[in-house]
């Protein structure tokens, strides 16, 4: 942090005041000048809400989502021929997605909803 007065680097923060969650106040001083000034920061913090892929319907998930490659029916259609015995490397070259992806939906940690 620079000061204020001679622009020099040498400072030192000598308190901190929490204002709420969001704005901080900090008061330094130079080693310098010997000036004192104080700097506010103010934080964006996130809006609560559902995280994505809830279940709550305030997100969109499965094929709605606009990033989605499968449909319900290919998720379905992935699982079944998972459990009569096709490889997940089959799986992930007739479908085009990511070895990770063709893990969760036959481990149902993605998907959960179909």
């Known amino acids: 942090m620079r000061c204020r007065v001679c622009n020099s680097r040498n400072t030192r923060v000598t308190s901190t005041d929490l204002q709420d969650s969001t704005v901080t106040l900090r008061y330094c001083r130079c080693l310098n000048c010997k000036a004192h000034y104080k700097t506010i920061e103010k934080y964006a913090v996130p809006k609560p809400g559902?995280?994505?892929?809830?279940?709550?319907?305030?997100?969109?998930?499965?094929?709605?989502?606009?990033?989605?490659?499968?449909?319900?029916?290919?998720?379905?259609?992935?699982?079944?021929?998972?459990?009569?015995?096709?490889?997940?490397?089959?799986?992930?070259?007739?479908?085009?997605?990511?070895?990770?992806?063709v893990s969760n939906i036959c481990q149902r940690k993605a998907w959960t909803h179909v």
Do not use: N, W
């Not at 490889?87 to 070895?99: A, T």
């Open 50 to 101: 559902p995280k994505l892929g809830s279940k709550t319907g305030t997100k969109v998930c499965g094929s709605a989502h606009p990033q989605s490659v499968l449909t319900e029916a290919d998720v379905i259609k992935m699982r079944y021929m998972h459990q009569k015995g096709i490889k997940q490397k089959e799986l992930i070259k007739i479908f085009g997605v990511s070895s990770v992806t």
